[in-house]
């Protein structure tokens, strides 16, 4: 079967490039529209490099977000088209640029032909596919509708890398702050101070606090930088090793949600991906158990991780999930209640979406806010520190003057 090297469109407006098999040219153009892909240019051309010719490249290349929505889109068109799932593999494998996803795709192809169901097939590569994505593709390969299960998954990515690129986005301001902050800071204190201080001690001034403060801070960042800097690799690494411990890493978890602003963000966002994710579940006809279980583990923060055991550990016990619920933290009253009355009335799902539906909108306000409540208390910090600095050059300077009148 012939080669073909293709210049195409994808979905998001981005030029790839690649090969792919085909039986003829304009076979090679419907398996580039069948993998949502708009072909510019086709023609026969040199073959693919070998998986071991880009073995390093494999080991030093992630997947990206972006690059896993599109692969599940394409999965879905072609699913949905009535192409086998080894030959969507295939198609997706060749027209990849990501060497990593190539190659797991030629490994996933050879297990499915071997005998092995899809989850097991995903799961063996979790640099690629997250838990949450293969007990999803589980679900949608148990229940026989995986290319509607795969339209969730789509929408669950797309927006959780939209929450993620409005809380970017969001403080992309306040690190600027920050960084015009401590270069302020240093560049006052190691150059400009000094120079103010020779002529001042050579005046034989009162000199104020201020500037006191100022000349003990530059002697001990001159004298000790040694021991500062060996203070703070010592804190950093020990809090490194701290908060990859369970308890460690419980405590950092829980202090996150306590602080104000980011905790409450972090907070819509663990009830938006919670409902989101159990809908998506249920109406795949996993029990709520196991649900609650897959949950637990992609939920991402160790504090509600843990009211998710309790939970689990309450419904087993035959408890349902509204009563449960009422006795956890960090669980809202709005979701509890809402909970309650969808499992009362059988309409659990229905409940769940609209908790989703909130929580997303308030995510998406809660990410707008918080520069326009993280900006304004930086640049107070910016003032202070610039202003504590003036009052250390310019109290002195005004004593000068009047001696010299």
Same mark, same amino acid.
């Given at each position: 079967?012939?080669?073909?090297?293709?210049?195409?469109?994808?979905?998001?407006?981005?030029?790839?490039?690649?090969?792919?098999?085909?039986?003829?040219?304009?076979?090679?153009?419907?398996?580039?529209?069948?993998?949502?892909?708009?072909?510019?240019?086709?023609?026969?051309?040199?073959?693919?490099?070998?998986?071991?010719?880009?073995?390093?490249?494999?080991?030093?290349?992630?997947?990206?977000?972006?690059?896993?929505?599109?692969?599940?889109?394409?999965?879905?068109?072609?699913?949905?088209?009535?192409?086998?799932?080894?030959?969507?593999?295939?198609?997706?494998?060749?027209?990849?640029?990501?060497?990593?996803?190539?190659?797991?795709?030629?490994?996933?192809?050879?297990?499915?032909?071997?005998?092995?169901?899809?989850?097991?097939?995903?799961?063996?590569?979790?640099?690629?596919?997250?838990?949450?994505?293969?007990?999803?593709?589980?679900?949608?390969?148990?229940?026989?509708?995986?290319?509607?299960?795969?339209?969730?998954?789509?929408?669950?990515?797309?927006?959780?890398?939209?929450?993620?690129?409005?809380?970017?986005?969001?403080?992309?301001?306040?690190?600027?702050?920050?960084?015009?902050?401590?270069?302020?800071?240093?560049?006052?204190?190691?150059?400009?101070?000094?120079?103010?201080?020779?002529?001042?001690?050579?005046?034989?001034?009162?000199?104020?606090?201020?500037?006191?403060?100022?000349?003990?801070?530059?002697?001990?960042?001159?004298?000790?930088?040694?021991?500062?800097?060996?203070?703070?690799?010592?804190?950093?690494?020990?809090?490194?090793?701290?908060?990859?411990?369970?308890?460690?890493?419980?405590?950092?978890?829980?202090?996150?949600?306590?602080?104000?602003?980011?905790?409450?963000?972090?907070?819509?966002?663990?009830?938006?991906?919670?409902?989101?994710?159990?809908?998506?579940?249920?109406?795949?006809?996993?029990?709520?158990?196991?649900?609650?279980?897959?949950?637990?583990?992609?939920?991402?923060?160790?504090?509600?991780?843990?009211?998710?055991?309790?939970?689990?550990?309450?419904?087993? +016990?035959?408890?349902?999930? =509204? !009563?449960? $619920?009422?006795? #956890?933290?960090?669980?809202?009253?709005? &979701?509890?209640?809402? /909970?309650?009355?969808?499992?009362?009335?059988?309409?659990?799902?229905?409940?769940?979406?609209?908790?989703?539906?909130?929580?997303?909108? +308030?995510?998406?306000?809660? =990410? !707008?806010? $918080?520069?326009? #409540?993280?900006?304004?208390?930086?640049? &107070?910090?910016?003032? /202070?520190?610039?202003?504590?600095?003036?009052?250390?050059?310019f109290l002195p300077i005004w004593d000068l003057t009047k001696m010299v009148k």
């Open positions: 079967m012939p080669t073909f090297t293709y210049k195409a469109i994808d979905q998001t407006g981005a030029f790839v490039v690649g090969n792919l098999e085909a039986e003829s040219m304009v076979a090679a153009q419907e398996l580039l529209s069948q993998g949502d892909l708009i072909p510019t240019e086709v023609k026969e051309g040199v073959t693919v490099k070998s998986n071991k010719a880009n073995l390093w490249h494999n080991l030093t290349t992630s997947m990206r977000q972006e690059e896993l929505i599109l692969f599940t889109k394409q999965m879905r068109s072609m699913l949905r088209a009535g192409i086998s799932i080894v030959k969507v593999f295939d198609i997706i494998s060749q027209q990849s640029e990501n060497p990593l996803l190539r190659d797991t795709l030629a490994e996933m192809s050879e297990d499915v032909q071997a005998g092995s169901n899809l989850f097991d097939a995903f799961r063996k590569h979790p640099r690629v596919f997250p838990n949450l994505y293969c007990s999803l593709v589980n679900a949608g390969e148990s229940s026989g509708n995986l290319p509607e299960i795969l339209d969730r998954v789509v929408y669950i990515m797309e927006h959780e890398h939209k929450v993620k690129g409005d809380i970017k986005g969001a403080l992309a301001y306040p690190k600027i702050v920050v960084i015009a902050l401590v270069f302020a800071f240093f560049f006052l204190l190691t150059f400009v101070i000094p120079k103010f201080v020779t002529v001042f001690e050579k005046a034989n001034l009162d000199l104020p606090l201020p500037t006191k403060i100022c000349i003990a801070m530059y002697t001990g960042l001159t004298v000790y930088w040694p021991v500062l800097i060996g203070g703070a690799a010592a804190i950093f690494f020990g809090l490194t090793a701290f908060i990859k411990t369970p308890g460690g890493n419980l405590l950092k978890d829980q202090l996150l949600l306590k602080m104000p602003i980011i905790g409450n963000l972090f907070l819509k966002t663990a009830m938006s991906r919670f409902s989101s994710i159990l809908t998506i579940l249920l109406s795949s006809g996993v029990t709520i158990l196991n649900a609650i279980i897959i949950i637990s583990e992609t939920i991402g923060n160790a504090a509600i991780i843990k009211e998710f055991d309790r939970l689990r550990d309450q419904m087993a +016990e035959g408890h349902g999930i =509204a !009563k449960p $619920l009422r006795t #956890a933290k960090y669980f809202p009253p709005m &979701v509890v209640n809402m /909970v309650a009355i969808g499992e009362e009335s059988g309409r659990l799902e229905e409940m769940l979406q609209e908790i989703a539906k909130h929580y997303d909108e +308030e995510v998406e306000y809660a =990410a !707008k806010g $918080l520069a326009e #409540a993280v900006g304004p208390i930086l640049i &107070v910090a910016l003032t /202070v520190v610039v202003g504590f600095f003036a009052m250390a050059i």
